[in-house]
T-cell receptor, first 111, second 111 residues
Framework: QKEVEQNSGPLSVPEGAIASLNCTYS??????FFWYRQYSGKSPELIMS????GDKEDGRFTAQLNKASQYVSLLIRDSQPSDSATYLC???????????FGAGTRLFVKA | EAGVTQFPSHSVIEKGQTVTLRCDPI?????LYWYRRVMGKEIKFLLH????????ESGMPNNRFLAERTGGTYSTLKVQPAELEDSGVYFC?????????FGPGTRLTVL
């Protein structure tokens, strides 16, 4: 079992729709969770961080965390073609700053 | 404020040669991280510095890799001698707390 699992996609949504990206992790003691966006050939860009159960909203982005289910998600409302990228789920396992990345989900937003 | 910078952006070397990658973190960030992405795989943690000290080097693949951060500012990652499987993109990230900010990466090709 991978430490952080994501569906590789691609996930295709029409412009204006909600894109839902999901991630599960194996270390039950993990405390810090992140979503990065990576455009092709570019570096990962931090877009959301979440540390406690529930929802965290920032503009069009909402991160959701359920520690009991070891599940993190990212919702993108009013998706735009510029949101087309690979979205990386990342987790800091118990007791450290080391970050474990999922393989990423490719998102395509069709105009 | 300048972001994380890395040099060079690309490096092509032959098997058996030595390569040194450099990372300049965001000013004031005590934490510096090295990651690697091999083609088709997820981003993998290599090591973590706090100032000049190695906090966690559990991800370093073998003793051909040497990371330093003299003076607690910039860091170098030396690969000596390089092997074919070392090819990939090497990312550096820095943080002052938990959230990490990535540099543009160095694409290393070993022929």
């Amino acid at each position: 079992q991978k430490e952080v699992e994501q569906n590789s996609g691609p996930l295709s949504v029409p412009e204006g729709a909600i894109a839902s990206l999901n991630c599960t992790y194996s270390d039950r003691g993990s405390q810090s969770f992140f979503w990065y966006r990576q455009y092709s050939g570019k570096s990962p860009e931090l877009i959301m961080s979440i540390y406690s159960n529930g929802d965290k909203e920032d503009g069009r982005f909402t991160a959701q965390l359920n520690k009991a289910s070891q599940y993190v998600s990212l919702l993108i409302r009013d998706s735009q073609p510029s949101d087309s990228a690979t979205y990386l789920c990342a987790v800091n396992p118990t007791g450290g700053f080391k970050t474990i990345f999922g393989a990423g989900t490719r998102l395509f937003v069709k105009a | 404020e300048a972001g994380v910078t890395q040099f060079p952006s690309h490096s092509v070397i032959e098997k058996g040669q030595t390569v040194t990658l450099r990372c300049d973190p965001i000013s004031g960030h005590d934490n510096l991280y090295w990651y690697r992405r091999v083609m088709g795989k997820e981003i993998k943690f290599l090591l973590h510095f706090v100032k000049e000290s190695k906090q966690d080097e559990s991800g370093m693949p073998n003793n051909r890799f040497l990371a330093e951060r003299t003076g607690g500012t910039y860091s170098t990652l030396k690969v000596q001698p390089a092997e074919l499987e070392d090819s990939g993109v090497y990312f550096c990230a820095s943080s002052d707390r938990v959230e990490q900010f990535f540099g543009p990466g160095t694409r290393l090709t070993v022929l």
